[in-house]
């Protein structure tokens, strides 16, 4: 199909300094848990970016120096030659699609612990690093500053020699430039104090890369146009008065806000182009071309960008991981092939245990090079098997597509009445209904394939599966949660009164509501203890949530929502109990105990809601184990998250019919 002329501006080449991006499609820096460790894989994945349409595609955070490291996250670098090298890898393969290639030359300052090079961190004044290291940077003196301004910009010659097409001074994200830029900023000398000294090393460090690689590279600032914090008040004076002070001076502007958590926030809290407030007055003080973020997935929502003269550049992250070929789904005039992101944040969470990026829409994603995989071909099927797929949850829709895509002749039979599984029931959660849009986008794309059936309604037992004949069954059943207190904390069932009320998520999801007060006894730690929480709080409810661990959903600091979620739940007025085990259930009360001192007490409980852990629906699978081809996938085999289910899903579908290996998939540090 052919573009709708409606978004050929989205395809109208712009001038960037002295390079010229093909379209307004701009993949903005983002890392992959990938960086220095893993080059190739790192430029197959950009690569496919690059293929699939994104006219600027950039590098994640790309350390200029030994003094600015972020292991165990491994960030990009650009130290020495060698490092070039590594670079021109990524550089090479997305010029071969003609897009440009952008490096976000990074520097940490006071922040980075430096816990792979064993340097002392630099920061403008003495401060501790993150994540609570019990260490603190070293005061930069002029010294220090000029070197520093000596680093960045041979890291910019480097970049440049990779034969990158836009370099970034990065100025944002708590990172060196912001803590100069910060009016807590208050050394005594010209880079402290008034905002002038404060901007002082910002503007040094542009005129300088500008004159490092000026001539054949564009020089982007990435920096905040304020504002996004959780009260919502946008604050953009000082931001204002930067900007204003610059504003000619880089080659192009790539906004963000203050709040990382709302630039990068998750669907729960942070809808569609939610920045739109607060960097939209930034192109009346710049003649420079200017991009944003803001989870854009709706083709008409970047055209009303363009068009309100909002930005000149659709900038993306995580639009561009769920579906790297989006803009040329635009092109080609098709939409609904989009594959839209859920704003779930599972690919930062890959980033923040720095292991490489993976995606719950996207399951290539990270695969590109180890595995070979690519978002949009699949390998041709290598026999005629027909494959009953049973479940139509995350695990089975995603193998019946890959099937289907394939070429096999699938069966999809759903026990229920509709498709979707967990993704349909936990979409109705609050703050989750974007999450529906793995299921909509699969069946969507199932709808085109001849060669899937699809059965509603189908719930099969052993006898039915032998009987109808398929050459192998991919049993994708899911799992249910557990009402015994079975988890990480009790190892096996807790006491539980006959005659106490005990309900799990999937019977919340079923839509049982418990008469009060309620306690949830989170030992998941993941979403489901706190939606649930605010759930039943938001129908009315008095409820504790209960956890062992020291703060609400911990894992979902991984995906940078946390606090955003304990929040909401004290604003809600949920009780919340921390290092708190639930013991046991009597009749109307749960006995709780202190997770260190073993201290009991007991608190009224007219229902208990155990959030712990999930028992995989496996029963077919060893009914039938042994007479037929069958394979357990995703929940049903190992319960975790809808990113893991999809991602089996995908992996059953494109390994049939090959031969298993026992280590599936290429290593870079591995000898060979
Ligand atoms: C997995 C991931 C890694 C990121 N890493 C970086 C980074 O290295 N440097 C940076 O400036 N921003 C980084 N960001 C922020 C993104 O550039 C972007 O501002 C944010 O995701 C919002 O854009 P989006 O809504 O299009 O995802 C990262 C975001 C994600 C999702
Ligand atoms: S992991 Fe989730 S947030 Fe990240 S790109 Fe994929 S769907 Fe979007």
Known sequence: MARDPRYDILFEPIQIGPVTAPNRFYQVPHCTGMGHRNPQTLAAMREVKAEGGWGVVCTEYCSIHPSSDDDPYPAAALWDEG????????????????ALAGAELWYSGAFSSNLYSREESLGPWSRPAWLNNPVQCRVMDKRDIRDLRRWHAEAAKRAQRAGFDIVYVYATHGYLLSQFLSPANQR????????????????????????????????????????????????????????????????????????????????????????????????????????????????????????????????????????????????????????????CNICYASDTHGVPIRCTQNPSMGEEWRRGWHPERLPARQSEK??????????????????????????LAEAGKALGGRVTLESNLPGLAEWAR????????????????????????????????ADCVALATGARWRTNGLGRWHESAIEISDRATVLTPDDVMAGMRPEGPVVIFDDDHYYMGGVI?????????????????????????????????????????????????????????????????GKQ????????????????????????????????VGDCSAPGTIAAAVFAGHRFARDLDREPADVPFLREGSMR
């Open 601 to 632: 007490r007991e608190i009224a409980a007219g229902c208990t809601v155990m959030v712990t852990s999930r028992a995989p629906s496996d029963a077919l699978y060893h009914a039938l184990s042994g007479q037929i081809e069958i394979t357990r």
């Open 386 to 411: 027909r494959v009953l797929v049973v479940g139509g949850g995350p695990a089975g829709l995603e193998a019946a597509v890959a099937l289907g895509r394939r070429g096999y002749e699938v069966t």
């Open 188 to 343: 005594s000398d010209e880079y402290g104090g008034s905002l002038e000294n404060r901007l002082r090393l910002f503007v040094e460090l542009v005129e300088e890369t500008k004159e490092a690689v000026g001539d054949t590279c564009a020089v982007a600032v990435r920096c905040s146009a304020g504002g996004g914090t959780l009260d919502g008040a946008p604050v953009i004076e000082e931001h204002r008065a930067m900007l204003e002070a610059a504003a000619d001076l880089p080659d192009l502007w790539d906004l963000v806000v203050d709040d990382y958590s709302y630039e990068m926030g998750t669907s729960r809290f942070v809808k569609e182009a939610a920045l739109e407030e607060y960097v939209s007055w930034v192109k009346q003080v710049t003649h420079k071309p200017v991009v944003t973020i803001g989870r854009f997935t709706s083709p008409d929502t970047m055209l009303r960008q363009l068009k309100d003269g909002i930005v000149d550049l659709i900038g993306a992250a995580r639009p561009s991981i769920a579906d790297p070929f989006l803009p040329k789904k635009i092109d080609e005039g098709r939409l609904e092939d989009i594959r839209e992101c859920i704003g």
């Open 83 to 98: 490092d070039v090298r590594a670079q021109a890898l990524m550089v090479d393969k997305v010029h071969r699609h003609g």
């Open 438 to 469: 793995v299921r909509d986008w699969r069946v969507a794309q199932l709808n085109k394939l001849p060669n899937v059936e699809i059965f509603l309604d189908s719930q099969l037992d052993a006898d039915q599966i032998l009987e109808f004949g």
């Open 533 to 597: 929480a605010e759930q039943l709080r938001a129908s009315g409810l008095d409820v504790t949530l209960v956890t062992p661990d020291g703060v609400v959903s911990s894992w979902t600091r991984s995906t940078d929502e946390q606090f955003r979620i304990q929040t909401r739940l004290l604003e809600l007025g949920v009780r919340i109990e921390t290092s708190t085990v639930l013991e046991s259930v009597r009749d109307d009360s749960a006995v709780l105990a202190c997770a260190y001192t």
